[in-house]
């Protein structure tokens, strides 16, 4: 019996609950992750680590962030970076699928 093998492009991200993030007069998204766990604690005490870490999305990231609504497929989500940047967003379908792989690595989405 063969596999039937899913089509990233039809994967649905959701932003994780809990992550705060702003938006800065620029358009620029950051997001605020709080260094939680044992290692952690550990770091921020021996090396000051801080306890939330800010993150700076770049300009596609920060267009793609705020429409991730758990309803949108990242086909559709290209569609609107398509519409919005143009070629600048080229190869675009690659680049969508990577980024969202890196968000779902460090935990900042999952899939429906």
Do not use: C
């Not at 997001?31 to 021996?46: H, P, V």
């Not at 190869?91 to 429906?112: C, D, V």
């Amino acid at each position: 019996m063969k596999k039937q093998t899913e089509n990233y492009l039809d994967k649905i991200p959701q932003r994780k609950e809990g992550i705060n993030w702003s938006v800065a007069e620029d358009g620029a998204v950051t997001l605020e992750i709080e260094n939680k766990g044992i290692y952690n604690k550990i770091a921020q005490k021996l090396f000051k680590k801080p306890k939330i870490s800010f993150i700076h999305l770049e300009a596609i990231g920060s267009f793609v962030w705020p429409i991730i609504d758990g309803m949108k497929d990242i086909a559709a989500i290209g569609v609107e970076v398509k519409e919005h940047f143009g070629d600048e967003a080229q190869p675009l379908y690659p680049r969508l699928a990577k980024y969202f792989q890196i968000l779902e690595t460090y935990g900042f989405i999952t899939f429906k």
